[in-house]
């Protein structure tokens, strides 16, 4: 897609670390501040080396000049030396996902949600990084009335996933707010991001396969239930000017773009593909909220941010990456 983030036009850090940067946000959000001039060290535990899903997210930064990758568990490794100079420190590297939240893998939601936050924020503290961006989410909302989400509601996290993000922003902001803190915060609320190489367990990307491929589409419930979705530049922009903007601290909503159903997701596959998504419907999954929708005043008065990317043209965006990715795939095999 064309469209550039408007704040990759102003200033960017001069020295970042992006924490997560092999994951979906994160590689964006790397290439985005290499492209717009900061040197950036990007930190994640999987390896591109081994790990193809990673090395297929780093493949746009690797080898670029003003990128440095670091393949290191942020529960263990010494945070410390990443951090040198660092202008900024975006800390994306966690768990994703609402649904698995509630099996086995919780500890591992805690271990890299909490635990590592905790351990970064210590890091950056006591380098004296003046900000740190964090990703929160807008599962901390919970089950709304259906109405926008505001900053000041109060969470009411309804999955485990949920509840290890709320504890994750809210660890940022209690470090932040020690006195002698040299850093100031800001969380970012995402709403459900969407574009090229999205995680392949969420919707969009599995509607968009489902589309291409003819293999059937799993949907849980209804359909009915409603997301605000967030294209991947806008995100990317949000979260750029998270840090670059002096005054800003504190919880900020990233989303306000496209209020869609699933049904509505799956209709412009369809029509994007020219072809209909076999729907096999299950039964609603545990901890998934009928909606989200975010506010995006404070995003707008204290980034000057807005959405500019919409559903449809999103969708149009990751439809064509995934077409070129199989191709390409399908050159190699
Ligand atoms: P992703 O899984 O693609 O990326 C996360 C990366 O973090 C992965 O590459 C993973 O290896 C890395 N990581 C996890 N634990 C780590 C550890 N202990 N040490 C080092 N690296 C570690 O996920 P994503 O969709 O890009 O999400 C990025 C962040 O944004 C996550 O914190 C997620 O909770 C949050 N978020 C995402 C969305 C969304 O719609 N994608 C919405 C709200 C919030
Ligand atoms: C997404 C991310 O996965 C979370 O990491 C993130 O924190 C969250 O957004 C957020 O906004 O904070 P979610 O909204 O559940 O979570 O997004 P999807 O995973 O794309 O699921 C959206 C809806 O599609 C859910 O109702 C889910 O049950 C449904 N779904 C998903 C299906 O019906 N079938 C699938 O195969 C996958």
């Keep these: 897609m064309s469209q550039h983030p408007s704040h990759l036009t102003t200033a960017v850090p001069r020295r970042a670390v992006v924490t997560g940067a092999a994951g979906f946000i994160g590689s964006h959000l790397a290439h985005a501040l290499v492209q717009a001039g900061t040197v950036v060290v ?12 990673a090395a297929a997210n780093l493949a746009v930064v690797r080898g670029l000049p003003g990128y440095m990758h670091v393949t290191a568990d942020l529960l ?7 951090l040198i100079d660092a202008n900024a420190v975006f800390h994306l590297a966690g768990i994703p996902g609402v649904r698995p939240s509630w099996g ?16 970064v924020m210590d890091a950056v503290a006591r380098m004296g990084a003046p900000r740190l961006v964090v990703a929160s ?38 470090h ?19 574009g090229p190489r999205q995680r392949p367990d969420m919707f969009t990307h599995r509607a968009l396969t489902a589309a291409l491929t003819g293999q059937p589409l799993r949907l849980y419930g209804d359909g009915h239930q409603r997301r605000d979705f967030t294209y991947i530049d806008d995100a990317v922009a949000a979260t750029i000017a998270a840090a670059t903007i002096p005054t800003a601290s504190g919880v900020i909503n990233v989303g306000g773009g496209s209020s ?10 369809n029509s994007l593909a020219g072809r209909e ?26 980034l000057g ?23 390409a795939f399908g050159r190699a095999a």
């Design 42 to 53: 990007g930190v994640d535990r999987r390896d591109p080396a081994t790990d193809p899903t």
């Design 137 to 174: 989410s807008s599962s901390v909302y919970g089950s709304t009335d259906g109405g926008a989400s505001v900053e000041t509601d109060r969470p009411q996290p309804a999955s485990p996933y949920a509840v290890t993000k709320l504890a994750e922003e809210q660890l940022c902001l209690a």
């Design 76 to 82: 263990s490794c010494a945070i410390e030396p990443l």
């Design 305 to 327: 941010w807005q959405p500019q990317v919409d559903l449809h043209n999103g969708m149009r965006a990751q439809m064509q990456a995934l077409t070129a990715e199989s191709a």
């Design 260 to 269: 869609a159903s699933l049904l509505e997701v799956i209709n412009i596959a």
């Design 176 to 194: 932040s707010a020690q006195a002698h803190c040299p850093t100031s915060v800001v969380a970012l609320r995402y709403f459900t991001v969407y």
């Design 277 to 302: 998504v076999q729907v096999h419907q299950e039964n609603p999954r545990s901890g998934d909220v009928l909606t989200t929708r975010a506010n995006p005043g404070r995003a707008y008065e204290v």
């Design 104 to 119: 086995p893998k919780f500890s591992e939601y805690v271990a890299s949600n909490v635990l590592a936050t905790h351990r």
